[in-house]
């Protein structure tokens, strides 16, 4: 029953409103999911589960304590792990900023961490991203996670992330995918209808349904693309153990 009420609210309710009012809610359930079986590395909490979560339920994906989904786990360790990135000095730039990895940032001392939002009350400066307020070559690293498919002009999005972060930065974009996964990315004007959208898109705010050519169609911003997998990073082990899934993919973006 619990799962199919969060169902509906994910379909029914504005993100921006489900983001201030979900944690306590959340919070509470963890009281039935008390275990060791699985850890969230951003909070360092575990759980027996991790909570079924998305518009069709995803097993083992959210994170009651914190909200952290399955990619946020995954960039947070390879930030953390992978990259170190929360020992060194930086300046870093997070795009629709999630309440569970602002908490996490705002407390490292080393980052000058600023978060950018076109709509999200979560965020410090709003902003379009298509026209970012920035000087050019200011950040260290820029957070760019699950947005693209929501923007108007993917390409153009990446050219602004690539003015803005320095010469030796990268960015670091995340992007939902969809089974079957198309060879071409898909994007159609012509479907009006919200239903109708989120069958083609996975969502009716949607604006495209990333194929398998993301890398070729992400490197005409002039940018070059790394693709890292969970299982180029984590043994099988911890992939279970911080509930991450082998779609989510870490796509890093270099100048």
């Not at 990073?233 to 992939?239: A, C, G, Q, T, V």
Request: charge should be positive.
């Amino acid at each position: 029953m619990i799962k199919s009420l969060v169902s509906f609210l994910l379909k029914s309710l504005p993100r921006t409103f489900l983001q201030r009012i979900s944690k306590p809610f959340f919070y509470l359930i963890s009281f039935f999911y008390r275990g060791n079986n699985v850890n969230c590395p951003v909070c360092n909490s575990s759980f027996s589960n991790f909570f079924p979560y998305g518009r069709e339920a995803r097993e083992n994906a959210l994170c009651t304590k914190c909200l952290s989904l399955e990619r946020h786990r995954l960039l947070y360790i390879f930030l953390r792990d992978i990259k170190k990135i929360t020992n060194k000095n930086v300046k870093v730039l997070h795009i629709a900023p999630e309440i569970c990895l602002i908490k996490k940032f705002e407390r490292i001392k080393n980052f000058e961490y600023v978060t950018a939002d076109l709509d999200s009350p979560l965020a410090d400066i709003k902003m379009d991203i298509h026209n970012m307020p920035f000087d050019d070559n200011n950040f260290d690293l820029i957070i760019c996670n699950h947005v693209l498919e929501h923007v108007e002009d993917d390409i153009l999005a990446l050219k602004e992330i690539k003015r803005v972060l320095k010469k030796e930065g990268y960015g670091i974009i995340m992007i939902p995918f969809y089974y079957p996964i198309p060879e071409i990315t898909l994007e159609d004007d012509s479907i009006k209808e919200p239903e109708e959208r989120e069958k083609v898109f996975g969502q009716s705010d949607h604006l495209r349904k990333y194929g398998k050519d993301f890398k070729k169609r992400f490197e005409l911003s002039g940018m070059e693309v790394e693709v890292i997998r969970p299982d180029n990073i984590l043994n099988s082990e911890k992939i279970s153990k911080y509930g991450i899934k082998n779609s989510d993919l870490i796509i890093s973006v270099f100048k």
